[in-house]
């Protein structure tokens, strides 16, 4: 089967298992994992801030990064089709009481303007807004991407109400390699960020939360208290030092092919429209009449996986497995689709 369902199901390369199968270990939970701390001091410094911690998953990162950030009934301002209030289970109400307020925006992006505008007043009948959460690329948005200055322009509505301001950023690699920016221009806007390793950077397992010491101090008692705590962890991060040094150019390959994706979707008579493609995410609007369900199944009879997004709507996603014999057996295959 071709494979494009998600960026997460990747598997090792070679030479991550290798990296993996010879790192050195302790215990982390200890804070003696040689290879989990070399980890999270190489990418606290490649963004400039002061600290890291490693965690099983990018929802455990979001996750926490909200409970350090506020108190119960405080109020997350974000999209309405952000991962932190879709695809986490209703986490931020479970585990940390919150209250979400969601907006609307271009592709799932939202602007300093509506983060101004939605703050509430000063008023026991309101939630106390406490944080911002931006998505970049924006999964929902078929990966779009913030502009940098917009965002400047919501850390200062940030600072002038006494906001927080975190960026769920799993796919923020594909950002930048896209954009040409340094995460560095990034740790000075952001209070927390989360990166995902086991997405377009092809590790098996893991995301880190970045932010000052004193966050990742809290943070640590929170990923304890979610069972997020590992031991020899080193193998795991190792994959993810790995995917810094030798996976994060490569990511505009996969945006070439989903934008060759995307082309062969534009001349099909059942595709009604596709979002623009400007990273590894390519998301087709079907016409009236077909359903995602029907397009998933004549791809399946093809040998090709892919996953409904909502009504009418199927995402492909372009990954480290997926090769060029891949695309072109997949732009011939969908022709006969009719």
Known sequence: MIDLRSDTITKPT????????????????????PTVNALQEKISSLFGMEDALYCPSGTMTNQIAMRIHTRPQDEVICHKYSHVYLYEGGGMMYNSMLSPKLLEGDRGRITANQVEESINPDDIHFPNSRLVVLENTMNKGGGAIYEIDEIKKIRKVCDENNLKL????????????????????????????????????????GSVLLGSKEHIKGARRVRKVFGGGMRQAGYLAAACIHALDHHVDRLGEDHLKAQKIGEALEGLNFIASVYPVDTNIVIGKLVDGKSEQWLLEELKKLGIQAVGFGKGLVRFVTHLDFTDNHLNQLTESIRKIS
């Open 166 to 205: 975190h960026l769920d950023g799993a796919r923020f690699f594909n950002a930048i390699v896209k954009t040409g920016e340094s995460p560095n221009e990034y740790g000075k806007l952001f209070d927390t960020i989360s990166i995902c390793f086991s997405k377009g950077l092809g590790a098996p397992v």
């Open 14 to 33: 070679p030479a991550m298992l290798e990296a993996m199968m010879s790192a050195e270990v302790g215990d982390d939970v200890f804070g003696d994992d």
